[in-house]
């Protein structure tokens, strides 16, 4: 291991630390705002369970499509996809949270959510709450690039293979996610999250 990839590892190490000594209070106070985006994606699972047509009938609503794109940031599109985003959230969204805004922190959240809803709607399929995972992941991944950037790099490029695989390379998951990611990217380094 290089010398950069060291001074890596034991930094998130001391990150970890620093989160693990903030939430020895109570699971629920080191990351008050992730784990209500994980509660909200719960609901959204039970809603799509409980009434199936929920968002098509929000989409015919004067104004709807919209509010469709914005209402699917937080349904997760089955038990899989709320296991999978839910799970991403939780390891990824405490670390963006603790160094950024909370406006800020919801703003990569449902923006990533809905830059990726709308060119996925774009191209013909639905927008789900994976795409909002995708925002953080980009903002995450630029927190890493700060302290090392070929570690960044390596990390987006497995999330990449790891989605591309997972989504059976169907071009407007695809896409849809890349869109998010970037936009999640986009609105960290314009609002330099992490800078002290």
Do not use: C
Not at 68 to 97: D, H, Q, R, Y
Not at 167 to 178: I, R
């Amino acid at each position: 291991m290089d010398r950069e990839t060291k001074k890596f590892w034991r930094q998130q190490r001391r990150q970890m630390l620093q989160r693990d000594r903030r939430m020895r209070g109570g699971w629920h106070q080191g990351s008050p705002i992730t784990i209500t985006l994980i509660g909200l994606m719960v609901v959204g699972w039970l809603i799509e369970l409980i009434l199936p047509s929920a968002l098509l009938e929000i989409a015919i609503l004067p104004g709807g499509r919209w509010l469709s794109i914005l209402v699917a940031t937080v349904l997760p599109s089955g038990l899989l996809g709320l296991l999978f985003s839910g799970l991403f959230v939780w390891i990824v969204g405490p670390a963006v949270e603790s160094v950024a805004k909370p406006v800020i922190y919801l703003l990569i959240f449902f923006g990533g959510g809905i830059v990726g809803g709308l060119v996925t709607n774009f191209m013909g399929s639905n927008a789900s709450a994976g795409y909002a995972a995708f925002g953080l992941a980009g903002a995450y991944v630029y927190l890493m690039s700060r302290i090392n950037q070929r570690g960044a790099m390596q990390w987006a490029l497995l999330l990449l293979v790891m989605n591309a695989v997972f989504s059976g390379f169907q071009p407007s998951l695809l896409v849809g996610e890349a869109s998010a990611f970037v936009a999640g990217l986009a609105v960290a380094a314009a609002t330099e999250v992490g800078s002290r």
